[in-house]
Nanobody, 116 residues
Framework: QGQLVESGGGSVQAGESLRLSCVASSRSFNFNIMGWYRQAPGKQRELVATTTRRGAETYADSVKGRFTISRHASQNAVYLQMNSLKPEDTSIYYC??????????WGQGTQVTVSA
């Protein structure tokens, strides 16, 4: 099973931007879907954005127009550009990848904190 390594989290002011990165430990992993989820304290984990190998993208309504997901398929990497951040975006962000078999892999999570 592959490993996902996330980076790019941090603390910013409202209105600022962050870029999250997630790179698989091997380029040979055959992932169909890669994406980002987030979980705030006391809340369930929720989808932020996903992208398939064919380029189909899905976004949570709360981030549409502010966040952009991109993928480097040959490097098994996925990125999340987050603009116009809001305090309600504060969460732990998790990278997720799904093999064509349906098996899922999760990253360890990276904290994003947005202050007003």
């Amino acid at each position: 099973q592959g490993q996902l390594v996330e980076s790019g989290g941090g603390s910013v002011q409202a209105g600022e931007s962050l870029r999250l990165s997630c790179v698989a430990s091997s380029r040979s992993f055959n992932f169909n879907i890669m994406g980002w989820y987030r979980q705030a304290p006391g809340k369930q984990r929720e989808l932020v954005a996903t992208t398939t190998r064919r380029g189909a993208e899905t976004y949570a309504d709360s981030v549409k127009g502010r966040f952009t997901i991109s993928r480097h398929a040959s490097q098994n990497a996925v990125y999340l550009q987050m603009n116009s951040l809001k305090p309600e975006d504060t969460s732990i962000y998790y990278c997720n990848a799904v093999y064509y078999t349906g098996v899922e892999v999760w990253g360890q999570g990276t904290q994003v904190t947005v202050s007003a």
